[in-house]
């Protein structure tokens, strides 16, 4: 079997089963509305982010769209943090200062605007050929390994503090949930 073909299934099936779980977890009614939608964006920018795999053996494709699609991947951790802060925290809203969160994906945009999204398609084509000998890259690099570093390691303190204050109040019931976490917090890092 063609590899080509392998993987482009295999991306299709893991996109859909993203965007039906991300349907269903954005029309479903529960108490738990603002955690559903925040895990439904969450797998929305992943089959957003993997959708390379599918499209990028078939079709000729805009390499400055192509570039926005590969950037967004960097909004996955701050969705998912906010997601684990949405369950542990009883009344937890989103407000505008949670918008700073999304500081690493503008400024990567923004380090990539004048070399790559200012520019026709031939010069971006240089661009990406030499991708990795230009200075941004490398910032936007480093900025990659941080993003998902940093809030791997903050939701392992807030998963923490949850778990100390529970466990000073004597509530037990939502131990299983904090196990929860911690393993989705796990499999994200062993992913990374």
């Not at 479903?28 to 797998?43: K, T, Y």
């Not at 701050?78 to 009344?91: A, D, E, H, V």
């Amino acid at each position: 079997m063609d590899i080509t073909l392998l993987l482009s299934t295999a991306t299709i099936v893991l996109m859909s089963m993203c965007i039906l779980l991300a349907l269903f977890l954005w029309t479903v009614n529960s108490q738990n509305r603002l955690s559903n939608r925040l895990l439904a964006s969450m797998l929305l920018t992943i089959s957003i982010s993997i959708s390379v795999f599918w499209y990028g053996f078939y079709y000729e494709y805009n390499l400055g769209w192509d570039r926005v699609r590969d950037d967004i991947n960097i909004i996955t951790s701050p969705l998912l943090f906010l997601y684990i802060l949405s369950c542990i925290r009883s009344g937890f809203k989103l407000k505008w200062i949670h918008l700073l969160h999304l500081i690493p994906f503008i400024l990567i945009m923004l380090l990539m605007t004048p070399r790559f999204y200012l520019v026709d398609e031939i010069q971006r084509g240089v661009f990406l050929n030499n991708y990795y000998s230009y200075p941004e890259v490398k910032i936007i690099s480093v900025i990659r390994f941080l993003v998902p570093t940093f809030y791997i390691t903050w939701t392992y303190i807030e998963l923490y503090r949850s778990k100390q204050l529970m466990l000073e109040n004597h509530s037990d019931d939502r131990l299983m949930l904090l196990k929860w976490l911690w393993q989705l917090n796990t499999l994200n890092l062993f992913i990374f």
